[in-house]
Structure formats: C-alpha cells, structure tokens
C-alpha cells in the first residue's frame, strides 16, 4: 500500500512562498493526489489536485491564482507552490489519494503526519 509523507512545511511572513512536496513510498504515485490543509479548530478543507495521467488540475477558490499543484512522476512526488500566503493559510497541510478532475476532488480517510505552515509576520 502507498504511503504518501508531506514536507516542506515552515514559518513565512504574509506575501511569502512555500513549497510543499507530497512523496509517495512502497508503491508508485497514484493518479490523483490531493491537498488538503486543517486550521486550528476548524474541519479539514479540501485546497487543490492533480490526475498526474490527465494533468487535470483542481484548485479551491480560496487559493486560486496563488497556489500551483504539479507533478514529478520520476520522483513520485507532488508539489504544491504556495505564494503570496496570507495568515488564513496558516493550518496542517495533508496529502492523500483522491479522485482529482477539474470540477472537484474527491476525500480520504487515510491521513498522514502532515506539514505545518504558519503565516505570520
């Protein structure tokens, strides 16, 4: 079975970047891999997928035109460049299996350890 670990994660000033990478182990990467990031006290929130065999992309509104997803199939991995952050991005960033198209991704129920990424000045 894949395992799948996020990294990248850290501290960055509003207006800053990030890039998170989402690395598959055990297995080879699957088709769809989402995103997904958990506030304090709040749900986990769906943020943006990738179908590395159609290259389709989804991006949830509240990152659109800041965030890139795209795919290194030769490293198994999955990045997720994160710019022009602001504090409301501050949350545990989660990478899982999903269905991934461009009108929607799918959930899980496996999770990882996740990544931290705070927003702060």
């Known amino acids: 079975q894949v395992q799948l670990v996020e990294s990248g994660g850290g501290l960055v000033q509003p207006g800053g970047s990030l890039r998170l990478s989402c690395t598959a182990s055990?297995?080879?990467?699957?088709?769809?891999i989402g995103w997904f990031r958990r506030a304090p006290g709040q749900e986990r929130d769906r943020v943006s997928c990738?179908?590395?065999?159609?290259?389709?992309?989804f991006y949830d509104d509240s990152v659109k035109g800041r965030f890139t997803i795209s795919v290194d199939n030769a490293k198994k991995t999955v990045h997720l460049q994160m710019d022009n952050l602001k504090p409301e991005d501050t949350a545990v960033y989660y990478c899982?299996?999903?269905?991934?198209?461009?009108?929607?991704?799918?959930?899980?129920?496996?999770w990882g350890q996740g990544t931290q990424v705070t927003v702060s000045s």
């Open positions: 990738i179908n590395r065999a159609s290259r389709l992309t």
């Open positions: 899982a299996a999903v269905p991934c198209d461009s009108q929607n991704m799918g959930t899980s129920h496996v």
């Open positions: 055990g297995s080879t990467l699957p088709y769809g």
